[in-house]
């Protein structure tokens, strides 16, 4: 059965701690519902009602969007090992971008890496505990280098201009507010 609590606890941020991948789901008020899987190690518990990730240069920006436009998000471990469990945070999502005065403090969480495009902080609102008995249990191998790899190839300017020509509007049109006006 399904619990919900209003905060985290030592034994679920154990869990967190030690999950390799969560998934994130926004919203905008119409058109698409967003949902991406995350990794490489890009996850921080700031208290035991904030969370932060780190995210990183994708083939979209949609989580950006839809939090310019409607701030919920929801956050989802999911065990895959013996133990079952489905862990989701419902919270408020706020996008901080390195133009931001709470980059540099939020960066610190993190380990660098040149695609880091923003941080996403997340204020929860409630958590909720699942049994995932259904869920298949897998073997975690390793983390991908392919971004590392990509990134490098790339330098900073070239993620930039990434970043301009592909992630300045979500699939629906939305703003993203990756760059001011000032910085295109």
């Given amino acids: 059965?399904?619990?919900?609590?209003?905060?985290?606890?030592?034994?679920?941020?154990?869990?967190?701690?030690?999950?390799?991948m969560f998934f994130t789901a926004t919203a905008a008020t119409e058109g698409r519902?967003?949902?991406?899987?995350?990794?490489?190690?890009?996850?921080?518990?700031?208290?035991?009602?904030?969370?932060?990730?780190?995210?990183?240069?994708?083939?979209?920006?949609e989580t950006a969007?839809?939090?310019?436009?409607n701030r919920r998000i929801t956050i989802m471990f999911c065990s895959f090992d013996e133990k079952p469990l489905i862990l989701r945070l419902y919270g408020e999502?706020?996008?901080?971008?390195?133009?931001?005065?709470?980059w540099s403090a939020m960066?610190?969480?993190?380990?660098?890496?040149?695609?880091?495009?923003?941080?996403?902080?997340?204020?929860?609102?409630?958590?909720?505990?699942?049994?995932?008995?259904?869920?298949?249990?897998?073997?975690?191998?390793?983390?991908r280098d392919t971004?590392?790899?990509?990134a490098d190839k790339k330098g900073e300017q070239g993620v930039r201009q990434y970043w301009r020509d592909k992630n300045q509007q979500s699939i629906d049109g939305l703003?993203?507010?990756l760059f001011e006006d000032t910085e295109n």
């Fill in 1 to 20: 059965m399904a619990k919900f609590t209003d905060a985290l606890d030592d034994k679920l941020c154990d869990f967190i701690k030690k999950q390799n």
């Fill in 33 to 61: 519902v967003n949902l991406s899987p995350k990794g490489l190690d890009s996850f921080r518990i700031l208290d035991s009602h904030h969370v932060a990730y780190l995210d990183l240069t994708g083939s979209g920006n």
């Fill in 65 to 69: 969007a839809h939090i310019e436009s």
């Fill in 93 to 102: 999502g706020q996008v901080i971008h390195p133009r931001d005065n709470e």
């Fill in 107 to 143: 960066l610190a969480h993190f380990e660098p890496i040149i695609a880091a495009r923003q941080i996403i902080k997340i204020k929860i609102n409630s958590v909720q505990t699942s049994c995932g008995y259904a869920v298949p249990q897998y073997d975690f191998q390793s983390d």
């Fill in 147 to 150: 971004l590392h790899r990509w």
């Fill in 175 to 177: 703003p993203t507010r």
